[in-house]
Nanobody, 123 residues
Framework: EVQLVESGGGLVQAGGSLRLSCAAS????????IGWFRQAPGKEREGVSC????????YYADSVKGRFTISSDNAKNTVYLQMNSLKPEDTAVYYC????????????????WGQGTQVTVSS
């Protein structure tokens, strides 16, 4: 059974940091790209970052470049999203998703999704 389990969300003040984790199981981790998405109330889902587990290629949304860092521990089948200099507008439910192959262009291409973890940034 494929599982993606996010953790690490919480409440933090603006300027603070959080590290999200996405633990994967049930598929060959090295063959998949893992992406992070977020969705705030009343807003569309937004792609945040992606990492290709095979070659380590990374991608970031402009809104998080320079503040967020994605990384992968293939031995633990886990992807991390280090979020620094958090802003109130980063408040959202954060999801990780998996797609076989390199990072896809569209979130509709992802095969598997986690349940999400809430991140709240207070001003």
């Amino acid at each position: 059974e494929v599982q993606l389990v996010e953790s690490g969300g919480g409440l933090v003040q603006a300027g603070g940091s959080l590290r999200l984790s996405c633990a994967a199981s049930g598929f060959t981790f090295d063959d998949y790209a893992i992406g992070w998405f977020r969705q705030a109330p009343g807003k569309e889902r937004e792609g945040v970052s992606c990492i290709s587990s095979s070659d380590g290629s990374t991608y970031y949304a402009d809104s998080v470049k320079g503040r967020f860092t994605i990384s992968s521990d293939n031995a633990k089948n886990t992807v991390y999203l280090q979020m620094n200099s958090l802003k109130p507008e980063d408040t959202a439910v954060y999801y990780c998703a998996a797609d076989e192959g390199p990072c896809p262009y569209s979130d509709y291409e992802y095969d598997y999704w986690g349940q999400g973890t809430q991140v709240t940034v207070s001003s």
